[in-house]
């Protein structure tokens, strides 16, 4: 019989500057001490690993050092650290290989919540996945659109925002980027309204042409507005749920949503 | 080992460093005694009056031009050049101490004539000295090369400091810890007014009227008291003598014109004891100022029973900051300032400065600087020497920068002046004992990562360097990613490796 994932973790822990304190046959639990870029002694933190198939779910077996539960900080309210997205990345807990890749990222998120806390907002935001996985899967869209449009049109990805307005009864969503205006899209039929005017891409510039005659960007443009009005919209879902269901701001970060609805 | 802060090295550098200072030997100044290389882990009480003058137009003369050129800087460096000549003349014709000339500041000490009973004239004498250099650097401007007449505000403060030994490798110069050469230095300093302002323990000790509380700064000598200090004085020499004198040296020495060349990176190498006007360094840099905060307050409450602790603290927790910026920056310290170092980083090449490269390595360097500060309370406190009230304000500053010696032949003093050394100071001022700050300069040539780090405010408290390089890195900063992947390549490599890839954490909908 193949080794468990959690076997396989207490197997390698030592390599990763975790030690093994339990192993049972639902759960392990490690003490993990994140090395310092300087080598300065850090926290060490208490942690218990759950079996999910082949892949490894983690949290602290109190929550001493991190919130008990926190969206901003990628901690779900069960107290589990969500390391990555299942859906774009999964990562099943095979062999030594992959229980590396899987301690680089436990390694690397504690690491994370230090800054996080010293600064009180998380680091790297526009590198984190949306909260909850309609906004992912929107995120994904958007993402791949504004690629499409050039490297520094994918950049100032996090500069872009949407607004939703009816003109004459049809709902229409601008997408402004620094809350200027680039393209108007009609929700009803998911068409780009300014199609005829310059687009939006790194090279307009130069090429001058029109949305509609440069490559594929009439559709980019339409894909992006649109799953950037999603992906604001899911997260609101998303942090209407963590109110609906009493849970509060555990009041480390600046900017979180839970904060507002609390204060 | 190049440009990264480790906990084990320095943590054995202080331990080092404190073993050198386990033993201090704390003595009164007497007539006979030499204040030239005094000892790491010796210091003498001295009593003395400490007169600051600040030339206040300096900072007008850097910024005459649009772009900060090689023009004014060569300008601002002759006008220093001239008029410290003319001080350097004062002080050795009225026997009074330079301290240093710190770019537009000059600190001297008058320290005769000797004992507690004669601080009266002491205070008396350097009024007088403090009006002379008034009068001559009125009239040391130099109209061919339109160099400006200087304009000059005094402060003075006597009382007891402590002399110790400033900097490393034969800079022999003594440096004075003590309330009466912080106060001369704020009276000198913090306001725009011409004049000579004295403390209220000095116009005490000089037989002067006092002023209001809190009044010192604004309400300037009278004509009459600074006469009646001159007479009490009796300076052996005059303006026309020294003006003269300075008019002659000046034919017989002159001072050349300044020639600029760069520096080959990494500035650690170079040798400022070769510069001299002829042979002076220019290039785009980064200054740097850290300050210890709450220093006088310290020495203040231990300079009678815990001298020793004083020098103590003050020997580990500079040499550190110094050996960071160096060793582990690739650095040079251009002085100590107090209680205060002052330094350049520069990364590039011979030919070129590497803008947002030095921007990113200098944040490092400054939470670096902290790390080591912070690490140097904690073993200082281990070794049972009080830190309480210690701080670190640390500002920096990108732009054009100058490194070259003024003065007289054989006795240069280093100066780097520009108008980022002035910033970085102002950075570093407006700092408390845990904030860094940058420079706008610097903020808005550092990459995407630094100003996101900074904000708008550009600056932050408890930066350390594991914050700083988790910081950048999280946000893509090339400098910080590079030091902390070879940071974890041998101590975390499957870390390592996640650092390499992007880390895009997800939040499940509950």
């Given at each position: 019989m193949?080794?468990?994932?959690?076997?396989i973790?207490?197997?390698v822990?030592?390599a990763?500057?975790?030690?093994?304190?339990?192993?049972?046959?639902?759960?392990?639990?490690?003490?993990?001490?994140?090395?310092?870029?300087?080598?300065?002694?850090?926290?060490?933190?208490?942690?218990?690993?759950?079996?999910?198939?082949?892949?490894?779910?983690?949290?602290?077996?109190?929550?001493?050092?991190?919130?008990?539960?926190?969206?901003?900080?990628?901690?779900?309210?069960?107290?589990t650290?969500c390391?990555?997205?299942?859906?774009?990345?999964?990562?099943?807990?095979?062999d030594?290989?992959?229980?590396?890749?899987?301690?680089?990222?436990?390694?690397?998120?504690?690491?994370?919540?230090?800054?996080?806390a010293?600064?009180?907002?998380w680091?790297?935001?526009?590198e984190?996945?949306?909260?909850?996985m309609?906004?992912?899967?929107?995120?994904?869209?958007a993402?791949r659109?504004?690629?499409?449009?050039?490297?520094?049109?994918?950049?100032?990805?996090?500069?872009?925002s949407?607004?939703?307005?009816?003109?004459?009864?049809q709902p229409?969503?601008?997408?402004?980027?620094?809350?200027?205006?680039?393209?108007?899209?009609?929700?009803?039929?998911s068409?780009?309204?300014?199609?005829?005017?310059?687009?939006?891409?790194?090279?307009?510039?130069?090429?001058?042409?029109?949305?509609?005659?440069?490559?594929?960007?009439?559709?980019?443009?339409t894909?992006?507005?649109?799953?950037?009005?999603?992906?604001?919209?899911?997260?609101?879902?998303?942090?209407?749920?963590y109110?609906?269901l009493?849970i509060?701001?555990c009041?480390?970060?600046?900017?979180?949503?839970?904060?507002?609805?609390?204060? | 080992?190049?440009?990264?802060?480790?906990?084990?090295?320095?943590?054995?550098?202080?331990?080092?460093?404190?073993?050198?200072?386990k033993t201090?030997?704390?003595?009164?100044?007497k007539?006979?005694?030499?204040?030239e290389?005094?000892?790491?882990?010796?210091?003498?009480?001295?009593?003395g009056?400490?007169?600051?003058?600040?030339?206040l137009?300096?900072?007008?003369i850097l910024?005459?031009?649009?772009?900060?050129g090689?023009?004014?800087?060569?300008?601002?460096?002759r006008?220093?050049?001239?008029?410290?000549?003319?001080?350097?003349?004062?002080?050795?014709?009225c026997?009074?101490?330079?301290?240093?000339?710190?770019?537009?500041?000059?600190?001297?000490?008058?320290?005769k004539?000797y004992?507690t009973?004669?601080?009266?004239k002491?205070?008396?004498?350097?009024?007088?000295?403090g009006?002379?250099?008034i009068?001559?650097?009125?009239?040391?401007?130099?109209?061919d090369?339109?160099?400006?007449?200087?304009?000059v505000?005094?402060g003075?403060?006597?009382?007891?400091?402590?002399?110790?030994?400033?900097?490393?490798?034969?800079?022999?110069?003594?440096?004075?810890?003590g309330?009466?050469?912080?106060?001369?230095?704020?009276l000198a300093?913090?306001?725009?007014a011409?004049?000579?302002?004295?403390?209220?323990?000095?116009?005490?000790?000089?037989?002067?009227?006092?002023?209001?509380e809190?009044?010192?700064?604004?309400?300037?000598?009278?004509?009459?008291?600074i006469a009646?200090?001159q007479?009490?004085?009796k300076?052996?020499?005059?303006k026309?003598?020294?003006?003269?004198?300075?008019?002659?040296?000046?034919?017989?020495?002159?001072?050349?014109?300044?020639?600029?060349?760069?520096?080959?990176?990494?500035?650690?190498?170079l040798?400022i004891?070769?510069?001299?006007?002829?042979?002076?360094?220019?290039?785009?840099?980064?200054?740097?100022y850290?300050?210890?905060?709450?220093?006088?307050?310290?020495?203040a409450?231990?300079i009678?029973?815990k001298?020793?602790?004083?020098?103590?603290c003050?020997?580990?927790?500079?040499?550190e900051?110094?050996?960071?910026?160096?060793?582990?920056f690739?650095g040079?310290?251009?002085?100590?300032v107090?209680d205060?170092?002052?330094?350049?980083?520069?990364e590039?090449?011979?030919?070129?400065?590497?803008?947002?490269?030095?921007?990113?390595?200098?944040?490092?360097?400054?939470?670096?600087?902290?790390s080591?500060?912070?690490?140097?309370?904690e073993?200082?406190?281990a070794?049972?020497?009080?830190v309480?009230g210690?701080?670190?304000?640390?500002?920096y500053?990108?732009?054009?920068?100058t490194?070259?010696r003024?003065?007289?032949?054989?006795?240069?003093?280093r100066?780097s002046v520009?108008?980022?050394?002035?910033?970085?100071?102002?950075?570093q001022c407006?700092?408390?004992g845990?904030?860094?700050?940058?420079?706008?300069?610097?903020?808005?040539?550092?990459?995407?990562?630094?100003?996101?780090?900074?904000?708008?405010?550009?600056?932050?408290?408890?930066?350390?360097?594991?914050?700083?390089?988790?910081?950048?890195?999280?946000?893509?900063?090339?400098?910080?990613?590079?030091a902390?992947?070879?940071a974890?390549?041998?101590?975390?490599?499957?870390?390592?490796?996640?650092?390499?890839?992007?880390?895009?954490?997800?939040?499940?909908?509950?």
């Amino acid at each position: 019989m193949p080794p468990s994932p959690l076997e396989i973790i207490s197997g390698v822990s030592a390599a990763h500057h975790a030690q093994p304190i339990v192993l049972e046959r639902d759960h392990a639990i490690l003490d993990v001490a994140p090395p310092a870029v300087s080598g300065a002694p850090g926290p060490t933190y208490r942690l218990r690993i759950d079996e999910v198939g082949d892949a490894a779910v983690v949290r602290e077996v109190e929550p001493t050092l991190l919130p008990a539960c926190c969206p901003e900080r990628h901690i779900n309210c069960d107290g589990t650290f969500c390391l990555y997205w299942e859906e774009a990345e999964p990562l099943s807990v095979t062999d030594a290989k992959s229980a590396s890749l899987w301690f680089g990222k436990l390694l690397v998120f504690l690491r994370r919540q230090r800054v996080a806390a010293a600064r009180r907002q998380w680091p790297a935001q526009a590198e984190a996945r949306a909260h909850g996985m309609r906004a992912a899967r929107h995120q994904v869209v958007a993402e791949r659109a504004a690629s499409e449009l050039g490297p520094r049109f994918r950049k100032q990805l996090m500069r872009l925002s949407t607004r939703r307005k009816s003109v004459a009864g049809q709902p229409r969503i601008r997408l402004l980027r620094d809350g200027v205006r680039l393209v108007t899209v009609s929700e009803r039929d998911s068409r780009l309204m300014t199609k005829r005017a310059r687009c939006k891409c790194d090279d307009a510039a130069r090429l001058g042409l029109p949305a509609c005659a440069c490559g594929d960007h009439q559709a980019a443009l339409t894909n992006l507005t649109l799953a950037l009005h999603g992906w604001k919209r899911a997260e609101e879902e998303f942090y209407a749920a963590y109110t609906a269901l009493g849970i509060e701001c555990c009041g480390t970060m600046d900017y979180c949503p839970l904060r507002k609805e609390t204060a | 080992m190049g440009n990264s802060w480790k906990y084990d090295r320095a943590k054995e550098a202080i331990d080092k460093r404190f073993e050198e200072v386990k033993t201090v030997e704390i003595v009164d100044y007497k007539r006979d005694m030499s204040l030239e290389s005094i000892p790491t882990n010796k210091a003498y009480r001295v009593d003395g009056a400490h007169l600051y003058a600040d030339i206040l137009n300096m900072a007008d003369i850097l910024a005459t031009t649009e772009k900060e050129g090689e023009r004014s800087h060569r300008r601002t460096l002759r006008f220093l050049n001239l008029h410290q000549r003319a001080v350097h003349r004062i002080l050795s014709r009225c026997d009074a101490r330079r301290v240093d000339f710190h770019n537009q500041r000059l600190h001297s000490l008058v320290a005769k004539p000797y004992g507690t009973e004669e601080e009266k004239k002491r205070v008396c004498r350097a009024v007088a000295i403090g009006k002379l250099i008034i009068d001559v650097l009125a009239d040391t401007g130099d109209d061919d090369e339109d160099i400006p007449n200087a304009k000059v505000r005094i402060g003075i403060d006597s009382g007891l400091t402590l002399a110790v030994n400033n900097g490393r490798n034969g800079n022999r110069e003594p440096l004075f810890l003590g309330s009466a050469a912080n106060l001369a230095a704020k009276l000198a300093s913090n306001w725009r007014a011409e004049g000579i302002y004295l403390t209220n323990g000095a116009r005490k000790a000089a037989g002067i009227e006092q002023t209001e509380e809190g009044k010192e700064g604004t309400t300037p000598l009278t004509a009459d008291q600074i006469a009646y200090c001159q007479d009490v004085a009796k300076l052996e020499v005059g303006k026309d003598t020294i003006v003269k004198e300075w008019r002659q040296d000046n034919k017989d020495n002159p001072i050349g014109s300044f020639d600029f060349s760069r520096p080959t990176p990494p500035l650690r190498s170079l040798n400022i004891s070769v510069l001299t006007p002829g042979n002076s360094k220019r290039m785009k840099a980064m200054s740097v100022y850290a300050d210890i905060d709450g220093f006088t307050k310290y020495v203040a409450d231990n300079i009678d029973k815990k001298a020793a602790d004083v020098v103590r603290c003050f020997q580990v927790i500079r040499s550190e900051l110094d050996r960071v910026v160096s060793s582990d920056f690739g650095g040079r310290r251009i002085r100590f300032v107090g209680d205060c170092i002052h330094a350049l980083l520069m990364e590039g090449t011979a030919h070129t400065t590497y803008d947002q490269e030095t921007i990113s390595t200098a944040t490092l360097c400054a939470g670096a600087l902290r790390s080591s500060f912070d690490l140097a309370l904690e073993r200082l406190k281990a070794n049972k020497v009080g830190v309480a009230g210690l701080g670190l304000a640390i500002g920096y500053e990108f732009g054009p920068m100058t490194v070259t010696r003024l003065g007289m032949q054989g006795d240069r003093v280093r100066c780097s002046v520009s108008r980022g050394v002035l910033a970085s100071e102002d950075e570093q001022c407006r700092c408390n004992g845990v904030e860094t700050a940058i420079g706008q300069a610097a903020y808005d040539a550092g990459t995407d990562a630094v100003r996101k780090l900074f904000g708008k405010t550009r600056k932050l408290s408890g930066l350390d360097y594991d914050t700083a390089v988790d910081s950048l890195e999280a946000e893509g900063d090339k400098v910080a990613k590079d030091a902390a992947i070879a940071a974890y390549a041998v101590a975390a490599p499957a870390m390592a490796k996640a650092v390499e890839q992007p880390f895009r954490p997800f939040s499940e909908t509950p």
